[in-house]
């Protein structure tokens, strides 16, 4: 066998499989293959001695990723794609059906059909291994599982922990997985072979039995009573719809096959997994869906410098200008147990920064995510100060002070003076010019643009700038830091708006003419959510900030002149001293429910031409950053179309839906 190697050890067998010339495992056809030969002889008593089945990984961190998803990908109708479910549905039964006792060992990643055979086996365990993590993330990939996911899972955890975890395409640490009940046993990792063999011998003994989580009262009630069950599949649909917008129909087709098949006959329930997951296959939102997760792949470790340039860790990090994404930036560090000072001149500042990271921290204890030890430890690590006093020994330093180039200059002054000539100065600038910044150093070779987007914690991408005199070695260190932070990471050119910024505000900016021409701001709204954007255009202006946006609105417009000019709706509104939601009144009326400002269509003044159709409309907002996408290609901001492509997914929102009009 290429994948896998059977050996044999007293009354158990090891199954361990390792795929050759891979970073992971997978299931594909080959290894599906494989696996079923074993089972067969496993089935037929070819080795009688043999009591247990013991399924391990050889690749450090790795148990099974998943399926093979250029194998989803290459499906071309739902009748293949209903009889590869099934197939791979028959083998992993085959696995559950041995009368042997059948046990998964978890050493990493084990995901989607990785987590499906563990599931067909008769017990779990796994390491304590942070690179343990449990899921089904198929959802996000525009399917449902398909190797009965959707059919043991609930069986062994309840119900609503399985809608919790198929829904979201959750994925979950050890020990999240042993409070589902999803893995029997937790053992060291530098043990969890010798530890599984005695777990193992001990249930073959008659000395211990697996666990099973006992359902609390009102799990009970909503799982086992007709009335709770539709109250569940209410509130998930509900919940869904909310999320997705109606946009992705797999979280929804999930919902409908749990309905039609919770506590029903297993074999049917099959069935019907398999026709859902053939429909959801061919479609345009999976199809792209998939083509999205591989960019991601490609940009976790894309090189944007040459092979031998070696980046510095940081190990301290100094941010300068507090509020609140400083505070956003110094939670985000310090939850990776990097140490953070954080600089103001003003003490209110820096109270702002310490309760935005404080805030941030209780919440990630609320949902489970931190344990409340965890919580002051990393807390601990943000030290603030109105002085640089510590910043002599940080490895970077992040500004975030006003979108004032002149106040950005004097403060990049001030940092060269105040610490290592070693240390990497970075502006969290969205449109300023980096070049500027750097020339007010005596180091711009150690100057960069490290723009995050707001809010910190939830944004995943972050747009690294090379200026003109940003040496390879700088911004291999920026690029690596910001991918410890968890980030995607897009290099770009140090123009105006850079690249998100320039699509977007030209976007924002076709909306406000819009309203000029007597456009419904909230109409305005619903024609870019019904096409797919996560908010309106008006809305996320409010978001933003009025005051901020107007100063972005206006860098781009001196620098791209004609094509960039501000729509006067942004200009009279922010006249008015009207700031958006940080002020509770901007376009909308944020005090209480969300409602268009009463006064802002007087502020607009009287229509300047005829209302656009919804069609036109939509079409002037995506074209405009269709079209500035490509200037941005054209110009060489960028150097792959698919740099745009993950950074106005990751960075804006924009559907990764192959929609057209």
């Not at 799990?219 to 909310?242: C, D, H, I, Y």
């Not at 980030?487 to 123009?495: A, E, S």
């Amino acid at each position: 066998m290429n994948n896998f190697n059977l050996r044999i050890d007293g009354s158990i067998a090891f199954l361990r499989i390792d795929q050759p010339e891979s970073k992971v495992n997978v299931l594909n056809t080959e290894t599906m293959k494989e696996l079923a030969e074993v089972i067969g002889k496993l089935s037929e008593g070819a080795y009688p001695e043999v009591k247990a089945l013991a399924i391990t990984s050889s690749k450090d961190g790795i148990f099974i990723a998943g399926a093979d998803i250029k194998e989803i990908q290459h499906i071309k109708s739902t009748e293949e794609a209903i009889e590869k479910a099934e197939q791979g549905k028959k083998i992993l039964q085959r696995l559950a059906d041995l009368d042997i006792l059948t046990v998964a060992v978890i050493n990493g990643a084990c995901l989607g059909g990785g987590f499906e055979l563990a599931l067909a086996c008769d017990c779990r365990v796994a390491s304590f291994s942070d690179t343990v993590k449990i899921g089904l993330p198929e959802v996000k990939l525009g399917v449902i599982p398909g190797f009965g996911g959707t059919q043991r899972l609930p069986r062994l955890t309840g119900l609503t922990n399985a809608l919790s975890l198929i829904l979201a395409g959750k994925i979950v640490s050890a020990k999240s997985a042993s409070r589902y009940g999803i893995v029997d046993k937790l053992f060291p990792d530098d043990k969890l072979i010798t530890d599984t063999v005695e777990f193992i011998n001990e249930i073959l003994d008659g000395k211990t039995k697996p666990d099973k989580k006992k359902k609390k009262l009102l799990q009970v009630f909503l799982e086992n009573t007709p009335l709770g069950r539709m109250l569940v599949f209410s509130q998930a649909k509900k919940n869904v719809l909310k999320q997705t917008k109606g946009f992705y129909p797999a979280p929804i087709e999930a919902i409908e096959v749990l309905k039609r098949t919770y506590g029903g006959n297993l074999k049917k329930g099959f069935r019907i997994e398999s026709e859902a997951f053939g429909r959801l296959a061919i479609t345009d939102v999976s199809k792209n869906l998939i083509k999205v997760f591989y960019l991601l792949e490609k940009f976790k470790k894309f090189p944007w410098t040459p092979e031998d340039i070696k980046p510095k860790a940081v190990k301290k990090c100094g941010i300068v200008g507090a509020g609140i994404m400083g505070g956003g930036i110094a939670q985000l560090v310090s939850y990776k147990d990097i140490l953070t000072r954080v600089k103001d001149i003003d003490h209110d500042a820096l109270a702002t920064a310490l309760k935005v990271a404080k805030k941030l921290f209780e919440g990630a204890l609320k949902k489970r995510k931190l344990k409340k030890h965890d919580v002051e430890y990393k807390f601990g690590l943000i030290s603030p100060t109105l002085t640089y006093d510590g910043f002599k020994n940080a490895d970077i330093v992040i500004e975030a002070v006003v979108e004032d180039l002149s106040i950005k200059k004097k403060v990049f002054e001030e940092m060269d003076k105040n610490t290592s000539p070693e240390t990497y100065l970075a502006s969290n600038t969205s449109a300023l010019p980096i070049k500027e910044m750097a020339n007010a150093t005596s180091r711009p070779e150690k100057v960069a643009g490290m723009h995050f987007f707001n809010p910190v914690h939830r944004m995943p991408l972050v747009e690294v700038i090379k200026a003109e005199k940003t040496s390879d070695e700088t911004l291999a260190a920026v690029v690596n830091f910001s991918r410890k932070l968890g980030k995607t990471v897009i290099v770009v050119k140090d123009v105006p708006g850079f690249l998100i910024n320039r699509i977007l505000l030209a976007y924002l900016n076709e909306a406000g003419f819009l309203a000029e021409e007597g456009m419904k701001i909230d109409v305005i709204d619903k024609i870019a959510c019904k096409f797919g954007m996560p908010m309106g255009p008006i809305t996320l202006i409010d978001e933003v900030g009025i005051d901020v946006g107007y100063k972005v609105a206006k860098i781009l417009e001196d620098s791209y002149g004609e094509r960039m000019k501000v729509c006067s709706v942004l200009e009279k509104v922010k006249s008015k001293g009207l700031l958006g939601k940080k002020a509770k009144l901007g376009f909308y009326d944020h005090k209480g429910r969300r409602k268009p400002n009463k006064d802002i269509y007087e502020i607009i003044g009287n229509a300047s031409g005829d209302i656009p159709g919804e069609e036109e409309a939509l079409k002037r907002m995506i074209y405009v950053m269709v079209n500035e996408a490509a200037r941005c290609l054209e110009e060489g901001v960028v150097d792959l179309p698919e740099t745009i492509d993950i950074g106005m997914v990751m960075g804006t929102g924009f559907p990764p839906l192959g929609r057209g009009f």
